[in-house]
Nanobody, 128 residues
């Protein structure tokens, strides 16, 4: 069983920055693919970013590319999402997810249904 706890959400003005953290349990964290997803009111959950176990491979949604950065610290069992130049359309609940069964070392998945474990979410509100 893997537990994920997100933190770092809050209210920020457009153009500002926030850093989300996701602390994980699990002895093999360094092998897990990790992802960030978000869900705005009335919308489906959408992919934001993902990272392979080693941290070498990352992918981003086009809507956040160049503004958001995903990273991880395997010694701390934590994955981060640095969000810069925030826009009102970034307002959503942000979820961290873990894939404990990557197919290969550079595996980083983009689909929500490929992740097994999820955090409770953290609210990000960007005021314009």
């Amino acid at each position: 069983q893997v537990q994920l706890v997100e933190s770092g959400g809050g209210l920020v003005q457009a153009g500002g920055s926030l850093r989300l953290s996701c602390a994980a349990s699990g002895r093999a964290f360094s092998t897990y693919g990790m992802g960030w997803f978000r869900q705005a009111p009335g919308k489906e959950r959408e992919f934001v970013a993902c990272i392979s176990g080693s941290g070498v491979i990352t992918y981003y949604a086009d809507s956040v590319k160049g503004r958001f950065t995903i990273s991880r610290d395997n010694a701390k069992k934590t994955v981060y999402l640095q969000m810069n130049r925030l826009k009102s359309e970034d307002t959503a609940v942000y979820y961290c997810a873990a894939d404990p069964h990557p197919v290969y070392s550079g595996d980083a998945k983009l689909r929500a249904d490929e992740y097994i474990y999820w955090g409770q979410g953290t609210q990000v509100t960007v005021s314009s």
